[in-house]
Nanobody
Framework: QVQLVESGGGLVQPGGSLRLSCAASGFALATYGIGWFRQAPGKEREGVTCMRISDGNTYYADSVKGRFTISRDNAKNTVYLQMNSLKSEDTAVYYC??????????????????????WGQGTQVTVSS
């Protein structure tokens, strides 16, 4: 059974940092793409960053480029999202998701919610003073 479990969300002040974790079970990450998405109240779910595990090819949304970093630990089947210099507009529920069809594809174009096959339950990130 495929399962994704996020953790690490919370309340942080503007300018602060958080690290989210996504533990995957039921399959091996190595052949898929994995990404982080977020959804703020009243907004559509948007792709923040997506990585093709096999070669590390990674896409970042312009809004987080230079501040967020995705990484993975294949031995632990876990992916991380390091978020630095957080802003109030980063407040959202953050989800990790897996796309089974990323070989040969442009990660910028596949980092879209409707292309993902599995989802975690989400973790709340609130940036506020």
């Amino acid at each position: 059974q495929v399962q994704l479990v996020e953790s690490g969300g919370g309340l942080v002040q503007p300018g602060g940092s958080l690290r989210l974790s996504c533990a995957a079970s039921g399959f091996a990450l190595a052949t898929y793409g994995i990404g982080w998405f977020r959804q703020a109240p009243g907004k559509e779910r948007e792709g923040v960053t997506c990585m093709r595990i096999s070669d590390g090819n990674t896409y970042y949304a312009d809004s987080v480029k230079g501040r967020f970093t995705i990484s993975r630990d294949n031995a632990k089947n876990t992916v991380y999202l390091q978020m630095n210099s957080l802003k109030s507009e980063d407040t959202a529920v953050y989800y990790c998701a897996v796309d089974r069809n990323v070989i040969g594809r442009d990660m910028r174009r596949t980092c879209v919610a409707r292309f993902q096959d599995y989802w975690g339950q989400g973790t709340q990130v609130t940036v506020s003073s």
